[in-house]
């Protein structure tokens, strides 16, 4: 199975931009759709954005459309999340998913299979 670490979570100010990145190991991460979710303290875990297994296809949460990017590097083996324009909501623990079974994007967490351990990412105002 795939394992799945992020990085690139930090501090930044309001407005701010950050790189997030979540490298596969064990597997070729080109095996899988990938998505992206945040939780943040006392909130249920939610869906950021998401790419299909061939790149082509991408979803965004309408909170983050627009300021956020998603990107995958098959040769590099990870997937990354440009998020510009950053604010004070956009604070949470972030996390990758791989989805085994569809080919496509799914807003659903229970879509998919393994997920990394999370990275922080804290915007001050």
């Known amino acids: 199975q795939v394992q799945l670490v992020e990085s690139g979570g930090g501090l930044v100010q309001d407005g701010g931009s950050l790189r997030l990145s979540c490298a596969a190991s064990?597997?070729?991460?080109?095996?899988?759709?990938i998505g992206w979710f945040r939780q943040a303290p006392g909130q249920e875990r939610e869906f950021v954005s998401a790419?299909?297994?061939?790149?082509?296809?991408?979803d965004y949460a309408d909170s983050v459309k627009g300021r956020f990017t998603i990107s995958r590097d098959n040769a590099k083996n990870m997937v990354s999340l440009q998020m510009s324009d950053l604010k004070p909501a956009d604070t949470a623990v972030y996390y990758c998913?791989?989805?085994?079974?569809?080919?496509?994007?799914?807003?659903?967490?229970?879509?998919?299979?393994?997920w990394g351990q999370g990275t922080q990412v804290t915007v001050s105002s």
């Open positions: 064990r597997r070729t991460v080109s095996l899988y759709a």
């Open positions: 790419i299909s297994r061939g790149g082509g296809g991408t």
């Open positions: 998913a791989a989805n085994r079974d569809s080919a496509y994007t799914s807003r659903r967490p229970n879509a998919y299979d393994y």
